[in-house]
T-cell receptor
Framework: RKEVEQDPGPFNVPEGATVAFNCTYS??????FFWYRQDCRKEPKLLMS???SGNEDGRFTAQLNRASQYISLLIRDSKLSDSATYLC??????????FGSGTKLNVKP | GAVVSQHPSWVICKSGTSVKIECRSL??????MFWYRQFPKQSLMLMAT?????????EQGVEKDKFLINHASLTLSTLTVTSAHPEDSSFYIC????????????FGQGTRLTVV
């Protein structure tokens, strides 16, 4: 079983749309959770941490369900610059990350 | 945020030669660094955990004699791809954290290796 399962997409959405990504993880010992974004041929960059109570950062909202081992990311009012691959990353061992395939988002004009 | 610098950003080498990639934490000390590899259109795959002052821990299926890791100081880890072959061509990325615990990881810019 994979450590992290994500729908690879691509999700093709128009500008201004709301889009949601989901992710499931297999290691119940995971303690920290992050969403990273990766642009083509670049390193991953932290988008936001995910807290148990859920958290919001501008147009981005993240939710965590530990019981179901499920993480979500909601992007409102999509911008062209949001086009990237979004990586769901649970961490349980000093930030040793096992990445899933990521979900590719294409925001169209 | 903390800065991790990786060098070189790209390299082309001939089959059979060795290539060294450096990963430096510029403004913090990193007792642990991680090395990843990413093939085109695939996910980042963890290769090994680099521990300062001790041997690296390799993931299953990664040849330790092929990918030599040295973490001689708290700010520098190196990955040497020995006797490189075209199938080793990939994007190699390191990451580091500065707090033992659950904080974000900081990634280097990555090194694109092409073996011809």
């Amino acid at each position: 079983r994979k450590e992290v399962e994500q729908d690879p997409g691509p999700f093709n959405v128009p500008e201004g749309a709301t889009v949601a990504f989901n992710c499931t993880y297999s290691n119940s010992a995971s303690q920290s959770f992050f969403w990273y974004r990766q642009d083509c041929r670049k390193e991953p960059k932290l988008l936001m941490s995910v807290y148990s109570s859920g958290n919001e950062d501008g147009r981005f909202t993240a939710q965590l369900n530990r019981a179901s081992q499920y993480i979500s990311l909601l992007i409102r009012d999509s911008k062209l610059s949001d086009s990237a691959t979004y990586l769901c990353v649970p961490s349980y061992n000093f930030n040793k990350f096992y990445f899933g395939s990521g979900t590719k988002l294409n925001v169209k004009p | 945020g903390a800065v991790v610098s990786q060098h070189p950003s790209w390299v082309i080498c001939k089959s059979g030669t060795s290539v060294k990639i450096e990963c430096r934490s510029l403004d913090f000390q990193a007792t642990t660094m991680f090395w990843y590899r990413q093939f085109p259109k695939q996910s980042l795959m963890l290769m090994a955990t680099s521990n300062e002052g001790s041997k690296a821990t390799y993931e299953q299926g990664v040849e330790k004699d092929k990918f030599l890791i040295n973490h001689a100081s708290l700010t520098l880890s190196t990955l040497t791809v020995t006797s490189a072959h075209p199938e080793d061509s990939s994007f190699y990325i390191c990451s580091a954290t500065y707090v033992r615990g659950d904080t974000e990881a900081f990634f280097g810019q990555g090194t694109r290796l092409t073996v011809v």
